[in-house]
Antibody, heavy 120, light 107 residues
Framework: QVQLVQSGAEVKKPGASVKVSCKAS????????IHWVRQAPGQGLEWMGW????????NYAQKFKGRVTMTRDTSIRAAYMELSRLRSDDTAVYYC?????????????WGQGTLVSVSS | DIQMTQSPSSLSASVGDRVTITCRAS??????LNWYQQKPGKAPKLLIY???NLQSGVPSRFSGSGSGTDFTLTISSLQPEDFATYCC?????????FGQGTKAEIK
């Protein structure tokens, strides 16, 4: 079945960077975008951007430009999201999710989420 | 950015009730609207895509309607497993944005 499996929880200090992985299985990795969405404690969902695993092209939300880098390794069917210069308000669960490349696009499936805690 | 506004932000209902949740976009988004269900500590789950299409495996008591700026998610007969948070999401233009969520609680 189609599945996205993320790396484990991280604890970071302010100013540090974090890199979260998302491994895909059950479909052709290069045929779908991978998105990153985060959810701060008790808050709603916030889209961060996507990567096209085929070309490596990216589209980042303006809010995260300059701090986020999305990459992929097609040999192991993995996507990565690195967030730098972490602040306390970056504490959140980070999800990866798949979408089609064209037409009306939706997120399905989602990874299980990775909790990133930022604290001094 | 397109703002998505859901109402109500929370609701209290009984098993068997018909429930309607509304999502309004700040500009026309055609049918580029999706609905998700999220339970505590879990990832969101797709319910409805392209405004009115039921995702495979989702019970038929869930339905979606609307186009342009106004959209509705309806649960025809609320079941115990449906007590969760529901949110809408637009994919018309980036940044893709979500509604703030509607929490459905047991009356």
């Amino acid at each position: 079945q189609v599945q996205l499996v993320q790396s484990g929880a991280e604890v970071k200090k302010p100013g540090a960077s974090v890199k979260v992985s998302c491994k895909a299985s059950g479909y052709t990795f290069t045929d779908f975008y991978i998105h990153w969405v985060r959810q701060a404690p008790g808050q709603g969902l916030e889209w961060m951007g996507w990567i096209n695993p085929n070309s490596g092209s990216t589209n980042y939300a303006q809010k995260f430009k300059g701090r986020v880098t999305m990459t992929r390794d097609t040999s192991i069917r993995a996507a990565y999201m690195e967030l730098s210069r972490l602040r306390s308000d970056d504490t959140a669960v980070y999800y990866c999710a798949r979408s089609s490349i064209r037409g009306v696009r939706w997120f399905d499936p989602w990874g299980q989420g990775t909790l990133v805690s930022v604290s001094s | 950015d397109i703002q998505m506004t859901q109402s109500p932000s929370s609701l209290s209902a009984s098993v068997g009730d018909r429930v309607t949740i509304t999502c309004r976009a700040s500009q026309s988004i055609g049918n580029y609207l999706n609905w998700y269900q999220q339970k505590p500590g879990k990832a969101p789950k797709l319910l409805i895509y392209a405004a009115s299409n039921l995702q495979s495996g989702v019970p038929s008591r869930f339905s979606g309607s609307g186009s342009g700026t106004d959209f509705t998610l309806t649960i025809s007969s609320l079941q115990p497993e449906d007590f969760a948070t529901y949110c809408c999401q637009q994919s018309f233009s980036t940044p893709w944005t979500f509604g703030q969520g509607t929490k459905a609680e047991i009356k």
